[in-house]
């Protein structure tokens, strides 16, 4: 086993009724990967010591590292570390330092002993070593058995993820440091199907063979990861630029920060407000703005006009014009965002009215049809959309289509 | 093996790394312990023949029925029916309809052939029993060996559900009749902490120890799902009146429909419209109540009032009414609500102000603190909440907490 191979097993009945999604798998696993593990599997187990410590018996024979997450808790259904104990056949000890420390958190909440069975959670494996559990009781540890070692960890997302972070990336330093990291950079996609994206990026693939690219499509966005070893950073750099030149001017950013976060950003850098004016989206726009930490800082006000009737009220659109053209239209679209500039204090605006659907759509306006306005002072543009997708989706790529025109706009971008 | 036991392979590289999340195991896990099959065990692997074929053939050891998802594309990394070939011992031969029908999807694309490599998805092992798709070029089939059968289906969820839910569940009615069925029931709880929850249906878990009770904290509510063995209906009916009435009134619907679906459906029935006051919220509630197909006929407005200007010209808040006692206090929120009732032609109205954070909180509105106005023409109420999330989740149970409070009013329940 010269590579570095690690194995995920998450236990626990309620994984294999379809009660609770697990939501361990996916995060260790892209964090092993970046730390240069490859994981060879991932099982769900139920709370059966047999199967649990087969399975641990198994990842141990072809993986340098087996995690095992859940079944820690108090009660009688939470057995994973008799499986441990045995996969490992060693017998199971109190660790003293978190008897005491259950037994003070117990303390705290009222002067009580803890239950019979709590014990339990203070009982490891000999030899093995604890990882602290700062948000529970239920003691984390790692043991090694040769040259591979077994990991234990609570199921809780939150106690998973910072246990893992904090104390088993450490232990993972000092006892396995052979490994040669990853470096990802990802970019965040708008504005092209996910076909477009692949073909545009085939000959990236090619010449860049040593490095792994993936997709991930997060509605309505594409997200491209650009993933290789520690050591080939300059690669990166150099393929990094690259697809960005093959999709601009579609990759609106990179990492974390996705689209309403970047136009606040830009908004917030030259002193704009914005202001929303929303038919078919119905405040979805106006969410995805205030979603973003600090947006009260560029983020002025919105109107939700879903009925007609409110669209004349609240923005002046005329009745004569949503007679004669629908509210579905460049003539409303556009009389809405004017209506939005001139009733607040915002530099910036957008709207949008159509159909999101499941019903409303007709033959000449079928579901999915959607009107987008955009612009300031000086100029407003609109354009027509048509959509396939459901109603959620719909509404979803409405409102980020609307921010991206903005977003171009603001950070002075042309558009294709 | 006279249990019907099955187990779920899931196949793809992608899986491992962490760039995707699985969402097929959950939805068959549930689909499949409902039908009264016994799920042992889910597996991520990766596209690899030996590991996949090693897999299934461990599963056919152990379980009557192997489903396996995924690896049915037809690039290179898809090699899922060559594994499941191997494991059958069966070679894979070329159905026909299936070949005719890739061709003819390809065709109607602009009449080209597919490329090479297409027709490994018209292959299948000899002897197995297609499962059409209707939604993609990936073919499924299953394959029985002995008393035991191995299903192949494609990854993506939408060609996976429909697959699994129009043609394998008839096969398995077909073929393994001998199953005793399960019923569940979904109570759909607001207002209560997850442990209040638990612990007031402790008696009943108790009493009906032959029901399985499970929960599931889908924020902001809580999922409280009763299940048991089709023959004993009668006995989830008695348990079904004892939760409701243990929860009361915080139970405020079944299954599938959530809050503003059923707020959505009481103003129709009353012919009321709403309108809705946001400052913190930004715009989420509204988005939440025109969520629901239909929202057309009872959702009137909305107001985004997320700066104060927007609040004193929209809404007609006083000035010295916000320098007085703040943006986040129950005269705003009442000043708030009344405009938008006055300026709409909404019977029913909602309002929100409040600290979501991170940022912005003070020694005395602390991060957290939401005011919550909801009344009508006769009678509107305010009320204060210290919520201790992220700002994600602050904003989130906000819009619930309004959209709860005029449910209850309009359903004409009385608060506790």
Not at 122 to 149: C, F, H, K, W
Not at 168 to 175: A, E
Not at 294 to 303: K, L, N
Request: charged letters at 25%; a negative charge.
């Amino acid at each position: 086993m010269d590579e570095l191979t690690a194995s995920i097993l998450l236990v626990g009945d309620e994984l294999l009724v379809g009660e609770i999604e697990d939501r361990n798998g996916p995060y260790l696993a892209d964090r092993l990967t970046r730390e240069g593990l490859h994981v060879l599997s991932i099982r769900l187990l139920p709370d059966d010591v047999r199967t649990i410590a087969a399975a641990v018996t198994e990842a141990l024979q072809g993986c340098r590292l087996a995690v095992v997450c859940g079944g820690l808790g108090p009660t009688s259904d939470d057995r994973t570390s008799e499986a441990v104990g045995q996969a490992l056949k060693r017998r199971l000890i109190l660790d003293e330092a978190q008897w005491e420390r259950i037994r003070s958190l117990f303390s705290e909440l009222g002067g009580i002993e803890p239950p019979p069975g709590n014990e339990k959670q203070a009982m490891i494996p000999e030899g093995a070593d604890v990882l602290a559990n700062e948000l529970g009781t239920a003691l984390g540890y790692v043991a090694r058995q040769g040259e591979s070692a077994v990991a234990v960890l609570p199921g809780p997302p939150k106690e998973n993820r910072r246990m893992f972070d904090q104390q088993l990336l450490p232990w993972l330093d000092r006892n396995m440091p052979d490994r040669s990291r990853r470096v990802t950079q990802v970019f965040r996609v708008f504005g092209l199907p996910e076909s477009e994206v692949g073909h545009r990026l085939k000959g990236l693939e090619d010449e860049y063979g040593d490095l792994r690219v993936a997709y991930r499509f997060h509605f309505p966005e594409i997200l491209v990861k650009l993933g290789c070893d520690a050591v080939r950073e300059e690669r990166l750099r150099e393929a990094s630029a690259d697809l960005e030149r093959a999709l601009a001017p579609h990759v609106y950013g990179t990492g974390e920060e996705d689209l309403p976060c970047v136009l606040g950003r830009e908004l917030e850098r030259k002193g704009l407000r914005i202001v929303t004016a929303e038919s078919c989206t119905g405040g979805l726009a106006a969410k995805l703005l205030t979603d973003v930490p600090g947006s009260s800082a560029w983020m002025e006000r919105g109107f939700v006009v879903y009925s007609n009737r409110a669209k004349v009220q609240l923005l002046g659109v005329s009745e004569e014009m949503l007679e004669q053209h629908g509210a579905v239209s460049r003539q409303v679209a556009l009389a809405m965002l004017e209506g939005a500039l001139r009733r607040s204090e915002a530099g910036v605006g957008l709207a949008v009215t159509g159909i999101a659907g499941p019903s409303g759509g007709t033959a000449e306006r079928p579901v999915g049809t959607v009107w987008i306005a955009w612009g300031d002072a000086n100029r407003r543009e609109a354009r027509i959309h048509r959509f396939h997708w459901d109603r959620q989706y719909n509404r979803l790529v409405s409102a980020w289509a609307a921010i991206y025109r903005v977003y171009q706009l603001v950070a002075g971008e042309e558009r294709r």
